[in-house]
């Protein structure tokens, strides 16, 4: 039992990887409590949990109101792990992004870790080992087109977490993220076991697979247990290696054809007479 006598409370834990690091969690004798802004789902996930013998519950929580945080916490009687996992993604190109639109989602993921942070701090620093997990994402330094206020929320993430090691550090506050690539999502997992021609492109997987939710919260365990007593302000890549590959590699597959039809050509003439 790793986190026996411990409780954690993690953000968006009515999604797949919260749910699945909430229950990883309750299986290593911590007892649980579930914030989401979809409480009626963190209450299905939380009332399993109980089913299976643990301290569970879920907890109304909107991860952008500061009052709400504020009240959350504030009605706790300790805490020795904080997960701080809810965020979205949403697909919006620079130029079509609106102010508004940019300053959502950075509210949502970044702004977030800081309010949660900031008022879970009073009860870890009474904590014996306590422990802070960010959910980051490859996107923070991998990047697609279309998701430039995610990636510029996902690579604060680990800025912040960096710099809340830091200062955690006087109060024996540990302070790690964590960056999953893609996983399987449950509708995935479905279509696997019940379409024998439903097959996932894994080319840039170089494991060959995509890794599952339970994959991403055997690391959060870790980061939040005292196996990990000396690990403090990293940013663990959780993704098979598929960060690890070069432009030109299998991921870019699509690109090395469009050089090979000539859609780009190097014209060194341009520049001969300089
Ligand atoms: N699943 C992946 O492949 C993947 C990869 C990289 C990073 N991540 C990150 O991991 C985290 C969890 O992702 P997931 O796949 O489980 O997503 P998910 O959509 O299944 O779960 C996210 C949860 O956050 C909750 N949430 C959203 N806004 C909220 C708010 N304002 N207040 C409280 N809760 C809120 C949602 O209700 C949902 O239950 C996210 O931060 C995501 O960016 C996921």
Same mark, same amino acid.
């Given at each position: 039992m790793l986190l026996a006598n411990r409780k954690a409370l993690i953000t968006g834990a009515a999604g797949q990887l919260g749910a699945a690091i909430a229950e990883r969690f309750a299986a290593e004798g911590c007892a649980v409590r579930l914030a989401d802004i979809h409480v009626a789902k963190a209450e299905a996930a939380a009332l399993r949990l109980r089913q299976m013998g643990a301290d569970a519950a879920a907890v109304t929580m909107d991860v952008t109101d500061e009052e709400a945080v504020q009240r959350v916490f504030s009605e706790l009687d300790s805490l020795d792990i904080l997960v701080n996992n809810a965020g979205v993604t949403r697909i919006n190109k620079i130029g079509d992004s609106t102010l508004e639109q940019w300053n959502e989602l950075l509210h949502i993921n970044l702004t977030s870790?800081?309010? %949660?942070?900031?008022?879970?701090?009073?009860?870890?620093?009474?904590?014996?080992?306590?422990?802070?997990?960010?959910?980051?994402?490859?996107?923070?330094?991998q990047m697609n087109p279309g998701l430039p206020a995610y990636s510029a929320a996902k690579s604060g993430i680990i800025a912040f977490t960096q710099q809340?090691?830091?200062?955690?550090?006087?109060?024996?506050?540990?302070?790690n993220s964590i960056s999953p690539g893609k996983t399987l999502s449950a509708e995935m997992q479905r279509q696997l076991?019940?379409?024998?021609?439903?097959?996932?492109? %894994?080319? %840039?997987?170089?494991?060959?697979?995509?890794?599952?939710?339970?994959?991403?919260?055997?690391?959060?365990?870790?980061?939040?247990?005292d196996l990990a007593s000396f690990v403090n302000g990293v940013n663990l890549v959780v993704d098979g290696g598929m960060s690890l590959?070069?432009?030109?590699?299998l991921v870019r597959s699509d690109l090395r054809r469009h050089w090979k039809s000539g859609s780009y050509t190097f014209a060194p003439e341009a520049t001969s007479d300089n």
């Open positions: 870790v800081f309010l %949660c942070t900031k008022y879970a701090w009073p009860l870890l620093q009474h904590a014996k080992a306590p422990a802070i997990v960010n959910m980051s994402s490859t996107n923070a330094f809340t090691a830091l200062e955690g550090a006087a109060d024996r506050i540990r302070v076991a019940e379409q024998t021609d439903f097959v996932i492109d %894994c080319d %840039c997987y170089p494991l060959g697979r995509p890794g599952y939710p339970e994959e991403v919260a055997n690391a959060t365990l870790f980061l939040a247990s590959q070069a432009v030109g590699g």
